[in-house]
């Protein structure tokens, strides 16, 4: 699916951004909101940012299927669907820098317990 519509990828750059931009403002939304609902409830730091990264991301796979099964594979419901991963990914490994970051915005008990149970794994 992806060597099929890089293609039009390439051809339509603005097509791309205006799809692009607003997915990675939606996978950065969740995930601060998710994070700071997390942390707010009290989880500790691994709950958090794992609950964090199942909210901020998304099962394009399962929506890939779905518009090419539907609209077919020629479709613009397609080519939107291919942008979401190539989106999702580089937006994730700078999240988990920011949890990397973000990490010391939790009690110094929650950090001794992630070490404790880093050494015994």
Do not use: C, H
Not at 74 to 91: D, H, N, Q, R, W
């Amino acid at each position: 699916m992806f060597s099929l519509k890089g293609e039009f990828i390439v051809k339509q750059p603005l097509d791309v951004l205006i799809v692009a931009i607003p997915l990675a403002l939606y996978f950065v939304l969740m995930w601060f909101v998710t994070f700071f609902i997390g942390k707010a409830m009290g989880a500790n730091y691994q709950q958090t940012i794992s609950l964090a990264f199942t909210a901020g991301s998304n099962d394009f796979e399962l929506a890939i299927a779905v518009a090419i099964g539907i609209f077919g594979i020629s479709s613009g419901e397609a080519f939107a669907t291919v942008i979401g991963p190539l989106v999702e990914v580089p937006v994730m490994i700078l999240l988990v820098n920011a949890a990397i970051k973000m990490k010391g915005l939790f009690r110094k008990e929650d950090q001794a317990q992630d070490e404790t149970d880093q050494l015994a794994s």
